[in-house]
């Protein structure tokens, strides 16, 4: 007959947190997302804290750690310290530059307006939409009323402004 032999190997001793991939230096525009991540081993369970310079970032706690809507605020240097009940490993800080445009952008809301008028009628509500500046830099604005029908209360300006547009009876 054949003998079995059952063999029962201890388990691993206990690992210290190691960081085997670190969060990379990233370059973003005001107003995009960035994500910084980190993968670490060593025994579970894995504890995350994220940090800007030496402030820890509060709910930042996973091995990820996302900014949306970037702001100059946010450029700074950031890291993330992993911890077990071995130990605790800082990641290598990372720098965030945040690009500010200097292109303006020109937004115009609502970008229509609509009248309805007959004539001898009652004149119609006058109406305003807004002129701004999205992206950086000066911006400066002309708008032209060619039409006799019609009168801009502004007709050029620089940065954000109103402009209410009435119809001329």
Do not use: C
Not at 8 to 35: C, D, F
Request: no cysteine; proline share 8%; charged share 5%.
């Amino acid at each position: 007959p054949g003998v079995t032999v059952n063999v029962e190997l201890p388990p691993p001793p206990p690992t210290r947190p190691t960081i085997t991939t670190h969060p990379e230096v990233a370059t973003k525009n005001v107003g995009e997302s960035v994500t910084f991540s980190v993968t670490a081993g060593g025994t579970p369970p894995l504890s995350y804290q994220w940090y800007k310079g030496s402030s820890m970032i509060q709910g930042a706690i996973q091995s990820s750690y996302t900014i949306t809507n970037i702001q100059t605020s946010n450029a700074g240097s950031y890291s993330v310290r992993v911890r077990n009940a071995q130990g605790v490993v800082a990641s290598r800080s990372v720098l965030l530059t945040i690009i500010q445009s200097q292109t303006p952008i020109l937004s115009i809301s609502p970008p229509s307006l609509f009248y309805t008028y007959t004539i001898g009628g009652v004149t119609p509500t006058s109406q305003s939409f807004n002129v701004s500046n999205t992206g950086g830099g000066t911006m400066n604005w002309t708008a032209t009323d060619n039409n006799t029908w019609i009168t801009l209360n502004r007709s050029s300006g620089s940065g954000n402004q109103t402009v209410t547009v009435s119809v001329n009876s």
